[in-house]
């Protein structure tokens, strides 16, 4: 059976399991009304329009 001869130290550890971790950037959309970049699937925070329609009412 095979055994390893010696404990893997916790650097070597860690730097093998870091790239698991890492977080990925949120995917943005434009807004079809303003164009100002929002999440997609939301009420933009700018205009307040959500596919094509007024949902929030904002006072410019």
């Known amino acids: 059976m095979a055994v390893p001869k010696r404990k ?10 870091s790239s698991v971790w890492k977080l990925e950037a949120p995917a943005l959309v434009k807004c079809s009304q303003c164009g100002e970049y929002k999440l997609p699937h939301q009420v933009c925070g700018n205009c307040g329009y959500y596919k094509g329609k007024e949902i929030v009412k904002k006072e410019a």
């Open 8 to 17: 893997v130290s916790q650097a070597r550890r860690d730097k093998r399991r």
